[in-house]
């Protein structure tokens, strides 16, 4: 049972360096209640520096604890903040925009209000419940922890009122971690138990500054167990790592106590339907002697079923096991046995174990949340408006109502603030409010003018402005949205220009500058007839260019008909999030189609071309010989079906097109010309073809690992790593490129997608799937005016609704296969709604959310900057706007970029071997990965 249970998930295997710092950046660490305001200090045990939370809640009183029950807790535990007053009462921290932090909530009771009744209350994490706050005793110290992925600017921790007594919070701390530690496929990890095992500090605790991380680790001896130490052990320092451990916690560990014996440990579920990931760390302590033969290896059972194949350590060296996909049992009950072939028993330094909280909630939209941040500042909004602003239903805003769309995030639609003693100018924030349809502000003393920003509210329906302070004229822009139905309420504003006096005051106006009576109606005569002459002109123009086209046809039925339309276009990227891209502007080439196609784009007949040279020329005959009768059919492709087979002793591709299907053989045989003359290491190889009678077929190389599409998906079982996917993505790139800039007259591939990508044996890329492509002069035009043609989900927006074939086009497809590439997502996601993957990327994106973008088989094992920056040139590629995509040599500099920077960092982590990770992982249950790059 327990094995088919691990082929569930995969485990991920890390090898790295432990590293040490004192320093605090990417610390947060508030005292709650701490007075005076501007207090701040620094723990004396652990060199953390504490500040006062009254800049990040404007709600609750600052409480202490009894000076008799402050002897035996830290200086942060002695005061506190409790929320007599609100239902919900938040903090509201700036962090650091997709990054991963573990925030930790401490609390004490400690019986501050001598009613000696121990409250019970709920901490939420924006707007989702986190967990629920209770207590066994007045002196006990409560501690909640969490592992998050924050998506936005500002983090919001609340405590929430259930009528179990006052909420209350005593610490409240952050600490940022590398967005490549931790990795699972729940939002976030809640703390079940962080060991040391073995410790050599008898129950005392470790945090920071031996874990730069300020982890706190608690002492563990498993039953049946002893502890071991070295502390001479030398532990190398590495910054890069992602786990960073304490070199006090990797100095000692646990073996069993009997020799020969098992090293057991485990724990049982709280709850049966909490899902674990846990985390395993070995260094091996002992130095081996340089004669010695001595050998640690051993065996991981979970609930006596055998759980991964032999592991051995390194001397110090740590080995982090992980799994990225959780378990879910009533127990766990893990055990160590060494192997026959070890002369030393198991040993096990730490351990974490989290579970699943997936945080289902989505907040309030970003740019409403901050708009309706800055209206309760501006006006100083006494309501108790905390937290998100529309979730939890419950705990909405007064005087807010919002749009409830389970598949979006919840936008603000109704804002009431009549009678809340408003003052000052209308703030302009209110415009950014996108979605908001009714806006009432009336019986305020709101002064200034009329603000004709309210116009760009579409969906404005209710406007209501009564009884304020204002003045000036209505915009006409806002008289137009009435006449358009929307209610506008201006009434009891006595300074507000009404509709006669300001026709008054204008028309006073014009009177001093009023022109000439014969002005107006003589120069809209001379406009209307310089109009009928242009038209006239133009009309004759395009009659004498139609007859030109139609003769020009009549005299050679194989050339086309030029296309002269000009298209200025920059190349240059658009960068996203204030980030610098690095692309250089390039003039995009000038290109139009020869000898393929009509001007139609139909293809032109058969007898125009010519297969030659002869000697890639087959017979039929010997296309049924090489494939053995077609003994070997490896599937349907388009409109035929490919054939394993033998030429030259080596396995070739034979694509056969049906009889029945004119227009594969129209693909096939314009695939057949655009092969011949082109030759490059990242497009497919055509070694020979068969034209006889209606028998069409061609030899290809053979790619012995299939199309990218059987590997890319979220399904797959094949495991490509960060460094895999950009050399692919590389490899496509580099062909496009020759494609576009690199052949005479350049082609436009036109159906680049992710079964055109064929990969061989050691999984590099080739392009293939030229039936569609279009070869075009440079010298005379910009763009091709052709039927569409390609597959859907991959078509450029703008060809599609032109019909104007570009370069750019096919930068549209790449971006969309490049998408594909780092989320293992179809370039159409059915969900309960079709969406674009475009669309589904740049939805996160609008939260900086990259983790949430990246395949979860990843594990989190990549350069945050590489794969931020890859995600950034397939944005760009999928622009509608084709200006503003870059051009294939651009992308291709950005893309080995990328490459270059996870090369390196993959320098800077030790690993025993390629082979060493394999078998770990499949001691786990799951596939090796294939050996790429």
């Known amino acids: 049972?327990?094995?088919?249970?691990?082929?569930?998930?995969?485990?991920?295997?890390?090898?790295?360096?432990?590293?040490?710092?004192?320093?605090?950046?990417?610390?947060?660490?508030?005292?709650?209640?701490?007075?005076?305001?501007?207090?701040?200090?620094?723990?004396?045990?652990?060199?953390?520096?504490?500040?006062?939370?009254?800049?990040?809640?404007?709600?609750?009183?600052?409480?202490?604890?009894?000076?008799?029950?402050?002897?035996?807790?830290?200086?942060?535990?002695?005061?506190?903040?409790?929320?007599?007053?609100?239902?919900?009462?938040?903090?509201?921290?700036?962090?650091?925009?997709?990054?991963?932090?573990?925030?930790?909530?401490?609390?004490?009771?400690?019986?501050?209000?001598?009613?000696?009744?121990?409250?019970?209350?709920?901490?939420?994490?924006?707007?989702?419940?986190?967990?629920?706050?209770?207590?066994?005793?007045?002196?006990?110290?409560?501690?909640?922890?969490?592992?998050?992925?924050?998506?936005?600017?500002?983090?919001q921790v609340c405590l929430v009122n259930t009528g179990n007594g006052t909420p209350f919070i005593s610490v409240l701390e952050l600490r940022m971690l590398p967005n490549s530690s931790y990795v699972a496929q729940s939002e976030s990890l809640q703390l079940f138990q962080r060991l040391d095992f073995g410790s050599s500090l008898m129950n005392q605790t470790v945090r920071f500054p031996d874990d730069v991380f300020d982890r706190i680790w608690s002492p563990s001896t498993p039953k049946g167990s002893k502890g071991v130490s070295d502390p001479s052990t030398s532990l190398p320092r590495n910054s890069s790592g992602s786990f960073r451990l304490p070199q006090v916690i990797m100095r000692t560990a646990v073996i069993p106590e009997t020799l020969g014996g098992s090293l057991d440990f485990g724990w049982t579920a709280d709850d049966p339907s909490l899902e674990f990931?846990?985390?395993?760390?070995?260094?091996?302590?002992?130095?081996?002697?340089?004669?010695?033969?001595?050998?640690?290896?051993?065996?991981?059972?979970?609930?006596?079923?055998?759980?991964?194949?032999?592991?051995?350590?390194?001397?110090?060296?740590?080995?982090?096991?992980?799994?990225?996909?959780?378990?879910?049992?009533?127990?766990?009950?893990?055990?160590?046995?060494?192997?026959?072939?070890?002369?030393?028993?198991?040993?096990?330094?730490?351990?974490?174990?989290?579970?699943?909280?997936?945080?289902?909630q989505s907040s309030t939209d970003q740019n409403d949340l901050s708009a309706m941040r800055n209206i309760k500042s501006a006006y100083k909004v006494k309501r108790n408006w905390q937290g998100d602003v529309c979730v939890p239903q419950a705990y909405t805003w007064e005087g807010v109502n919002c749009s409830s769309s389970g598949t979006s995030m919840p936008r603000v639609i109704f804002l009431n603030l009549s009678s809340s003693g408003l003052t000052g100018d209308i703030a302009f924030d209110i415009s950014l409010l996108s979605q908001l349809q009714i806006l009432d502000l009336s019986?305020?003393?709101?002064?200034?003018?009329?603000?004709?920003?309210?116009?760009?509210?579409?969906?404005?329906?209710?406007?209501?402005?009564?009884?304020?302070?204002?003045?000036?004229?209505?915009?006409?822009?806002?008289?137009?949205?009435?006449?358009?139905?929307?209610?506008?309420?201006?009434?009891?504003?006595?300074?507000?220009?009404?509709?006669?006096?300001?026709?008054?005051?204008?028309?006073?106006?014009?009177?001093?500058?009023?022109?000439?009576?014969?002005?107006?109606?003589?120069?809209?005569?001379?406009?209307?007839?310089?109009?009928?002459?242009?038209?006239?002109?133009?009309?004759?123009?395009?009659?004498?260019?139609?007859?030109?086209?139609?003769?020009?046809?009549?005299?050679?039925?194989?050339?086309?008909?030029?296309?002269?339309?000009?298209?200025?276009?920059?190349?240059?990227?658009?960068?996203?999030?204030?980030?610098?891209?690095?692309?250089?502007?390039?003039?995009?080439?000038?290109?139009?189609?020869?000898?393929?196609?009509?001007?139609?784009?139909?293809?032109?007949?058969?007898?125009?071309?010519?297969?030659?040279?002869?000697?890639?020329?087959?017979?039929?005959?010997?296309?049924?010989?090489?494939?053995?009768?077609?003994?070997?059919?490896?599937?349907k492709v388009g409109f035929g079906r490919n054939y394993l087979g033998k030429l030259d002793g080596k396995e070739v591709t034979v694509k056969l097109v049906s009889s029945l299907s004119s227009q594969g053989y129209k693909q096939l045989r314009a695939e057949v010309k655009h092969l011949f003359?082109?030759?490059?290491?990242?497009?497919?190889?055509?070694?020979?073809?068969?034209?006889?009678?209606?028998?069409?077929?061609?030899?290809?190389?053979?790619?012995?690992?299939?199309?990218?599409?059987?590997?890319?998906?979220?399904?797959?079982?094949?495991?490509?790593?960060?460094?895999?996917?950009?050399?692919?993505?590389v490899d496509v790139a580099q062909g496009l490129e020759y494609l576009h800039t690199g052949c005479t007259p350049p082609i436009i591939h036109r159906n680049v997608k992710c079964t055109n990508v064929f990969l061989d044996g050691s999984f590099n890329a080739k392009l293939g799937g030229f039936g569609l492509s279009r070869a075009f002069d440079a010298a005379e035009g910009s763009h091709l005016n052709t039927a569409i043609a390609g597959t859907p989900g991959y078509v450029d927006p703008e060809y599609y609704t032109s019909n104007n074939l570009t370069e750019k086009s096919d930068v549209y497809s790449f971006g969309v296969v490049l998408l594909e590439i780092v989320t293992a997502k179809p370039a159409i996601i059915k969900s309960e709604e079709r969406m674009h993957i475009s669309q589904w990327v740049e939805s996160l994106l609008s939260r900086e959310n990259i983790v949430e973008i990246l395949d979860p088989s990843l594990c989190g094992d990549y350069d945050p900057n590489s794969a931020f920056k890859t995600v950034e040139i397939a944005v760009a590629c999928v622009c509608r706007n084709s200006g503003e995509r870059p051009g294939m040599s651009q992308v291709v500099t950005a893309l080995k970029e990328s490459l270059a920077v996870e090369i390196e960092r993959k320098k800077d982590l030790p690993v025993l071997s390629t082979d060493s990770v394999e078998d770990l992982a499949l001691g786990f249950g799951s596939n090796p990965p294939p050996r790429l790059r």
């Open 1 to 155: 049972m327990m094995e088919s249970k691990a082929l569930t998930f995969l485990c991920c295997v890390i090898l790295i360096n432990l590293a040490n710092s004192q320093d605090q950046s990417g610390f947060i660490s508030i005292d709650c209640g701490l007075q005076p305001e501007n207090l701040s200090y620094t723990d004396t045990s652990t060199g953390i520096k504490y500040v006062s939370d009254s800049s990040f809640t404007d709600t609750g009183t600052s409480n202490l604890v009894s000076p008799e029950n402050r002897a035996n807790v830290k200086q942060s535990m002695w005061s506190f903040r409790s929320f007599p007053e609100g239902i919900r009462n938040c903090y509201t921290i700036p962090v650091n925009n997709s990054n991963k932090y573990l925030i930790r909530a401490a609390f004490m009771y400690g019986n501050y209000d001598s009613r000696d009744e121990i409250p019970e209350f709920d901490l939420h994490l924006g707007p989702n419940k986190w967990d629920t706050v209770k207590f066994e005793s007045p002196l006990q110290t409560e501690s909640k922890e969490i592992i998050y992925s924050v998506s936005t600017d500002t983090l």
């Open 277 to 360: 990931y846990f985390y395993m760390y070995f260094t091996e302590i002992q130095e081996p002697d340089s004669n010695s033969q001595e050998r640690r290896e051993f065996v991981i059972s979970l609930n006596g079923e055998t759980f991964s194949e032999p592991l051995s350590l390194d001397y110090s060296k740590t080995l982090v096991l992980f799994v990225s996909k959780p378990l879910r049992e009533e127990s766990f009950q893990f055990s160590l046995r060494q192997t026959r072939s070890s002369t030393l028993p198991p040993l096990i330094n730490a351990m974490e174990t989290y579970f699943g909280n997936k945080l289902p």
């Open 443 to 635: 019986d305020n003393n709101l002064t200034g003018p009329v603000p004709a920003f309210l116009a760009q509210l579409q969906f404005l329906r209710v406007l209501n402005l009564a009884n304020n302070q204002l003045s000036g004229p209505i915009p006409s822009t806002l008289m137009e949205k009435t006449q358009n139905g929307m209610s506008f309420s201006i009434k009891g504003n006595p300074s507000v220009c009404t509709e006669t006096a300001c026709r008054e005051v204008t028309g006073n106006k014009s009177k001093k500058n009023k022109l000439p009576g014969f002005v107006i109606p003589l120069v809209a005569s001379l406009a209307g007839l310089f109009l009928i002459a242009t038209i006239f002109i133009l009309f004759i123009l395009i009659r004498k260019k139609k007859q030109g086209r139609m003769i020009h046809r009549m005299v050679t039925s194989t050339s086309n008909g030029p296309s002269s339309l000009q298209r200025r276009d920059t190349g240059s990227m658009r960068p996203l999030q204030r980030r610098e891209t690095g692309f250089s502007t390039r003039p995009s080439l000038q290109r139009i189609e020869s000898g393929m196609t009509d001007y139609e784009g139909n293809e032109i007949a058969n007898d125009a071309f010519d297969l030659e040279p002869t000697n890639r020329k087959f017979t039929y005959a010997e296309i049924v010989n090489i494939t053995n009768g077609f003994e070997r059919d490896q599937g």
């Open 677 to 729: 003359r082109i030759h490059h290491k990242n497009l497919i190889t055509m070694l020979g073809y068969c034209n006889e009678g209606d028998k069409l077929a061609v030899i290809y190389e053979y790619m012995a690992n299939g199309n990218l599409k059987q590997h890319i998906s979220e399904n797959s079982s094949t495991v490509f790593s960060w460094e895999d996917r950009l050399g692919i993505a």
